[in-house]
């Protein structure tokens, strides 16, 4: 079983977000990133972009599938990763670390309590597969 960051908020769509100063980074997780296969395409939102939570704000591309990354909440995209789109291997090769997607400010703190910590989410995969 992987194990998955203690210190992020987990979507049954499998994107994390945690706090890193006064903003949120937003990534996908391992389990997400070994779903896809090898990542070849990421679009990212533009920055100032406001999001809801649920509301698809980026897409990836990989050699099995593509499919849109939701916003784990509400807020306005203040920095997105650039490094992705020379590199969207990054995603694979550390979806916690290099691979994240895109930062939020105003971030509407209540939508973090709907969300699963790391030992919640660890049980809903295992029970989806």
């Known amino acids: 079983m992987s194990t998955y960051p203690d210190d992020c908020k987990y ?14 980074v937003v990534g996908i997780t391992s389990f997400a990133a070994e ?5 070849t395409y990421v679009e990212l939102p533009k920055v100032g972009k406001e999001v809801r939570q649920g509301e698809a704000a980026a897409a990836v591309e990989s050699v099995k599938a593509a499919s849109d990354i939701y916003a784990p909440a509400g807020g306005r995209v203040s920095e997105v990763n650039a490094a992705l789109n020379d590199a969207p291997e990054l995603v694979n090769q550390g979806p916690f670390t290099e691979g994240w997607f895109f930062k939020l400010d ?24």
């Open 11 to 24: 979507t049954k769509e499998h994107e994390w977000i945690r706090a890193d100063g006064a903003t949120y």
């Open 106 to 129: 105003n971030v509407n703190t209540a939508d973090l309590d709907s969300l699963m910590d790391a030992t919640a989410y660890a049980a809903y995969v295992e029970a989806q597969h």
């Open 35 to 39: 779903q896809l296969g090898d990542v």
